[in-house]
């Protein structure tokens, strides 16, 4: 099974926190150049903070500029069935490879609430649908055999795991085997090469905003059978996503990353936590520390 590399695409901003479509279109194109799929409108495509019509809009120009390059996946999921639908079917109109639907988020859920919730999206499109399960950010929870009993469903393709447990990983990977055409996506970063051992389809990356060839380095060098390269690039990876992670929330600090680096990408949406120059002197120091940043842009 050939893997593929998605990179959870950041939404920027401008100074006066509308949307940056030009600035967005030019990571979109960074990404497809170095070899990424993409995905938009997810957690570190701050879709919390969008409206209905900013998210239809930036998949638009995001398919648009992809112009059949790369895979596009979009999520749609919000905490009602009714409002999913409404966004998967204008996503379905722009035409993408899938829709990803987040776990509900505010409502809590049952394993019955949840297994309706994406049977009745799944049957609203004919895109295929992919669950996403995050819940350390949406307090619900995909257990395994719910995931089970939704692979079954014709038009739900497979799962994201964001959820950074391996077991949970394990656990989905397991349904993957038993039940075909059901494909697994890893969301942690450390995790990449692994889950491409154990038989994911792929991963969802939030840290390939920051380095988008390294991910593309694992997923290749994977694809081509050169274990050596891909554990080197794994390293570098992981060895980046360690240092960063232990700043704070992994989302911002990867937008904000990405913003020392080219400051188009703009700053997140009130009433997300305002810029430290403290904060940014450690990430500046770190990006240097990776070989991300030159010492002269810190």
Same mark, same amino acid.
């Given at each position: 099974? @050939? %893997?593929?590399?998605?990179? =959870?695409?950041v939404?920027?901003?401008?100074?006066? #926190?509308?949307?940056?479509?030009?600035?967005?279109?030019?990571?979109?194109?960074?990404?497809?150049?170095?070899?990424?799929?993409?995905?938009? =409108?997810g957690?570190?495509?701050?879709?919390?903070?969008?409206?209905?019509? #900013?998210?239809?809009?930036?998949?638009?120009?995001?398919?648009?500029?992809v112009?059949?390059?790369?895979k596009? &996946?979009?999520?749609?999921?919000?905490?009602?069935?009714f409002?999913?639908?409404?966004?998967?079917?204008?996503? #379905? %109109? &722009?035409?993408? #490879?899938?829709?990803?639907?987040?776990t509900?988020?505010?409502?809590?859920? @049952?394993?019955?609430?949840?297994?309706?919730?994406?049977?009745t999206?799944?049957?609203?499109?004919?895109?295929?649908v992919?669950?996403y399960?995050?819940?350390?950010?949406?307090?619900?929870?995909?257990?395994?055999?719910?995931?089970? @009993?939704?692979?079954?469903?014709?038009?739900?393709a497979?799962?994201?795991?964001?959820?950074? =447990?391996?077991?949970?990983?394990?656990?989905?990977?397991?349904? /993957?085997k038993?039940?075909?055409?059901f494909?697994?996506? /890893?969301?942690?970063?450390?995790?990449?090469?692994?889950?491409?051992?154990?038989?994911? %389809?792929?991963?969802? /990356?939030?840290?390939?905003?920051?380095?988008?060839? @390294?991910?593309?380095?694992?997923?290749?060098?994977?694809?081509?059978?050169?274990?050596?390269?891909?554990? %080197?690039?794994?390293?570098?990876?992981?060895?980046?996503?360690?240092?960063?992670?232990?700043?704070?929330y992994?989302?911002?600090?990867?937008k904000?990353?990405?913003?020392?680096?080219?400051?188009?990408?703009?700053? /997140?949406?009130?009433?997300?936590?305002l810029p430290?120059?403290e904060?940014?002197?450690?990430?500046?120091?770190?990006?240097?520390?990776?070989?991300?940043?030159?010492?002269?842009n810190?």
């Amino acid at each position: 099974m @050939t %893997k593929e590399a998605f990179v =959870a695409l950041v939404t920027c901003f401008n100074d006066d #926190e509308t949307v940056n479509y030009a600035a967005t279109r030019a990571q979109v194109r960074r990404q497809v150049a170095a070899g990424n799929n993409i995905m938009c =409108a997810g957690t570190n495509g701050d879709f919390t903070a969008l409206t209905f019509d #900013e998210k239809v809009r930036l998949c638009a120009e995001v398919a648009e500029e992809v112009d059949g390059k790369a895979k596009i &996946i979009v999520n749609a999921g919000m905490p009602a069935t009714f409002e999913t639908i409404l966004l998967a079917k204008e996503f #379905e %109109k &722009i035409g993408v #490879e899938g829709i990803a639907v987040i776990t509900p988020f505010f409502i809590q859920c @049952t394993q019955d609430g949840m297994i309706r919730h994406f049977s009745t999206v799944a049957d609203a499109v004919s895109t295929p649908v992919y669950l996403y399960d995050i819940p350390a950010r949406t307090q619900n929870h995909i257990e395994p055999e719910t995931a089970k @009993t939704l692979a079954s469903h014709g038009n739900i393709a497979g799962i994201k795991d964001s959820g950074g =447990a391996q077991d949970t990983l394990e656990a989905y990977l397991q349904v /993957s085997k038993e039940v075909p055409g059901f494909d697994v996506y /890893s969301g942690p970063d450390h995790l990449v090469l692994w889950s491409f051992q154990n038989g994911a %389809k792929g991963c969802i /990356s939030g840290l390939g905003n920051v380095m988008p060839e @390294t991910l593309a380095d694992i997923t290749r060098a994977f694809n081509a059978g050169d274990t050596a390269a891909a554990e %080197k690039a794994q390293e570098a990876f992981g060895a980046f996503r360690k240092d960063l992670y232990t700043l704070g929330y992994p989302p911002a600090l990867v937008k904000r990353s990405l913003y020392l680096m080219d400051n188009s990408v703009g700053a /997140s949406r009130q009433p997300a936590l305002l810029p430290d120059p403290e904060q940014d002197r450690k990430i500046a120091a770190l990006l240097v520390k990776h070989g991300l940043m030159a010492e002269a842009n810190a």
